[in-house]
């Protein structure tokens, strides 16, 4: 599914050259879980950006199901973003007004897709709602939810554009020792029914549960 090659990642703060990766190579299989772990300012969240396609590597080669992601265009970006990864972050971005169910259905105003807001994608909204146990909170807004159901609700919109790649960064970052087992368990869960994730996470007994660990240092995988 991902192959990187040699990828460094540099930018500038103020006059200074930053490194943020460091000549990396990683394979990512279709069906890994892969917990992402390191200290602080180890590389680890702009490993995530460039995985996700959100940022591109300053050299070094990325391929994405044998693409070559560094030639692709901001369009096509886009394309493979929305159709092919989910995104879950330690803040959980939730539209204060909207409810569980709307905010589900985010994605799916961005999606060119036909029948991307017909009955079948209603209905999907309302499955993933009571997948993530939000069967009786589907109506109330982010300020009536627990720190746990909002996270809940941002991996169900994740979820909204069945997604091959969930990519999690810090998921459970805010949350207590039982709220974050809880979110672990359905980010197993969707591994176990298929789907490919990589977490990074500093809870190292969460990190152990996972099928592989990816430590990262200085910008370089650990090997």
Not at 38 to 61: M, W
Not at 114 to 138: F, P, W
């Amino acid at each position: 599914m991902i192959r990187l090659r040699g990828v460094e990642k540099k930018y500038r703060r103020g006059v200074e050259e930053v490194r943020a990766l460091r000549s990396v190579d990683l394979d990512i299989q279709i069906g890994d879980f892969a917990a992402v772990i390191g200290p602080s300012g180890a590389g680890k969240t702009t490993l995530l950006h460039i995985l996700g396609c959100l940022d591109l590597p300053s050299g070094g080669e990325f391929d994405f199901d044998g693409v070559r992601v560094n030639k692709m265009r901001e369009s096509e970006l886009v394309t493979l973003r929305r159709k092919k990864i989910g995104f879950i972050f330690q803040q959980f971005y939730l539209i204060p007004g909207l409810s569980v169910l709307d905010n589900i259905a985010l994605p799916l105003l961005f999606s060119k897709d036909k029948g991307a807001n017909g009955r079948g994608a209603k209905d999907r909204v309302t499955e993933l709602a009571r997948m993530v146990g939000l069967g009786k909170r589907m109506h109330h807004v982010p300020a009536q939810l627990s720190g746990g159901e909002m996270q809940r609700t941002a991996i169900a919109r994740a979820l909204v554009n069945s997604p091959e790649l969930i990519l999690a960064d810090e998921p459970t970052g805010n949350l207590d020792s039982a709220n974050s087992k809880k979110i672990f368990d359905i980010l197993h869960q969707l591994h176990q029914n298929g789907l490919t994730v990589i977490m990074i996470t500093h809870n190292q007994e969460l990190a152990a549960r996972a099928d592989r660990m990816i430590r990262i240092k200085d910008g370089m995988i650990e090997v």
